[in-house]
Structures are given as structure tokens and as C-alpha cells.
């Protein structure tokens, strides 16, 4: 299988570009582009977006993997469990602060999903990236940071940081002593996911498509190939085109809501 790979990264300009060039590309199935959370379901409903919508305008082929979101804190400075957070946000005047790896990020976004179900009064403070934004919280910069768990992971098991929740409405396999926020004392919360998955030109055959999301499964499920996925604290987590398609609606409503109430920009 000869297969041109167009890369796209999270939030970043060259990323949609690669998906609106494989919008144009034949509808053949030799042209894929490999795709996360960001340039699929959350830069469509930025204010200022290009217009470009991969959810109606690309044909998903399979998704990869997840990564897990977590909520840190400092051990020493920060709150102690999801609701001292809350709490803690709650009664001082100048809110909580909190770092992520930038705006408009499943990161970001994930505590403003917290913020409007609680009331919370966290105010954000916005890094280049993952690493930078767990750091911030280890160094006592920022209180707490919402980052991913292959950021955090090595820190949270070194006691460098204090894993408050998981965004996710299940605990991760490969930390399964985190609790997440739902199970912290916010019933039923289940924040945006961070993931990674394959698309296609729209158009492209329904069977070659089937054909591909097949071939994908089946290296997705091969022991060396899942060590090397959770290596990296990500999780396996193949979904066929069908199954697939219907996360990518859902996961788009679920981010164009949360943008849409956050303040406009001064």
C-alpha cells in the first residue's frame, strides 16, 4: 500500500493546509492525511477560521490513537483534588490560575468546559505547547495546568506534580490510579478528547476506504506496534471509518459549544 502522507499538527496553520490540499486531491485512496484533534474539530469554529470544515469536507478512514488530558497541579502551591481547585477558584477575587498548551486547545478548552459546569473562576494562562505548560506547574509558575499525560506522566510519578483528574469520562489504562474529574465530584463531566486519525479525500470510495481502515486495524493491533503507542503514555484506540465519523460529529458539536461561549476577544 503506496500511500502520500500529508501531516497535520494540532492548531497549526501548515496542518490545515495540509487538509484543505487533501480536499483537492483525487478521491483514489492514495492520498491520506494523518490529522489531530485540533485541525479536525476545533479550528473550524474558531472565530477567524478559514471556513474549512474536515468533518463535512474529508472522509474518515480510521482513528489511531487517543491522549490522555490531565489536570496537574503543583504539590506544593496547588490545590489538592479537582474540588480544592474549584473551591479555591471560588474565593479569592482573582480567580485560579491555570496553565495549558494554548488557546483554543482540547487543553484549554477542557477547563473551560470545567469553568462553565462549576462555576469555577479559573483564568487562563496560555504556553507554547505541552511540555512548557507542565513545567510551568512543576517550577510553581501556575498553580495547576491542563495538559497531556505524555507530558506529565514522568513528573506525576516522580511527585513533581499532583494529578488532580482526568478530562476523560473514563480512567486511562496506563494510569489507572488517576481518578478523573467526573469521579472527583463533578457527575458526568467528560471534556473534549485529544486523538489522532486518518482522512480521506471526500468522494473516495466507499470500499477502498473499508480497505484501508482494514489494514490500518490490523497494524494498530500488533503487540509491537501498541508498545510502542502506550511508550509514548498515548492509548491505542483504532476506530473504523463508521464509528469514526460519527466521534468526529460529535466531538465538532461538543467544541463548537464550548468556543462559542467563551468572551470574545478585546
Do not use: C, W
Not at 474558531?46 to 478512514?61: K, M, N, Q, W, Y
Not at 497541579?73 to 495549558?100: C, E, H, Q, V
Not at 490490523?218 to 509514548?232: F, G, H, M, W, Y
Amino acid at each position: 500500500m503506496a500511500l502520500s502522507t500529508l501531516h497535520s499538527r494540532s492548531l497549526a496553520p501548515r496542518g490545515l493546509l495540509g487538509l484543505i490540499s487533501l480536499a483537492k486531491s483525487p478521491p483514489d485512496g492514495d492520498t491520506l492525511a494523518v490529522a489531530a484533534t485540533g485541525a479536525l474539530v476545533i479550528n473550524p469554529h474558531v472565530p477567524g477560521s478559514s471556513g474549512f470544515d474536515p468533518v463535512r469536507e474529508l472522509a474518515p478512514v480510521a482513528k489511531l490513537i487517543e491522549i490522555p488530558l490531565v489536570v496537574v497541579a503543583n504539590p506544593k502551591t496547588g490545590p489538592k483534588t479537582i474540588m480544592d481547585a474549584i473551591n479555591r477558584s471560588k474565593a479569592s477575587p482573582d480567580g485560579l490560575s491555570y496553565g495549558s498548551t494554548g488557546v483554543n486547545s482540547s487543553q484549554h478548552l477542557s477547563v473551560e468546559m470545567l469553568k462553565k459546569a462549576t462555576g469555577a473562576n479559573f483564568v487562563h494562562v496560555a504556553y507554547r505547547g505541552s511540555g512548557p505548560a507542565s513545567l510551568a506547574a512543576v517550577a510553581g509558575e501556575v498553580p495547576m495546568t491542563s495538559t497531556d499525560l505524555t507530558a506529565a506522566h514522568e513528573n506525576i510519578k516522580a511527585g513533581n506534580l499532583t494529578a488532580l483528574g482526568l478530562t476523560s469520562a473514563k480512567r486511562s489504562k496506563l494510569a489507572p490510579d488517576i481518578p478523573t474529574i467526573a469521579e472527583g465530584g463533578v457527575p458526568g463531566f467528560d471534556g473534549p478528547a485529544s486523538f489522532i486519525g486518518i482522512m480521506a479525500p471526500l468522494g473516495t470510495p466507499p470500499e477502498r476506504i473499508r480497505q484501508l481502515s482494514l489494514e490500518i486495524a490490523a497494524i494498530v493491533a500488533k503487540p509491537d506496534v501498541q508498545e510502542k503507542i502506550r511508550a509514548l503514555s498515548v492509548e491505542p484506540a483504532y476506530e473504523d471509518e463508521a464509528v469514526f465519523g460519527k466521534y468526529l460529529v460529535s466531538e465538532s458539536a461538543k467544541l463548537k459549544d464550548v468556543i462559542a461561549s467563551l468572551p470574545t476577544p478585546k
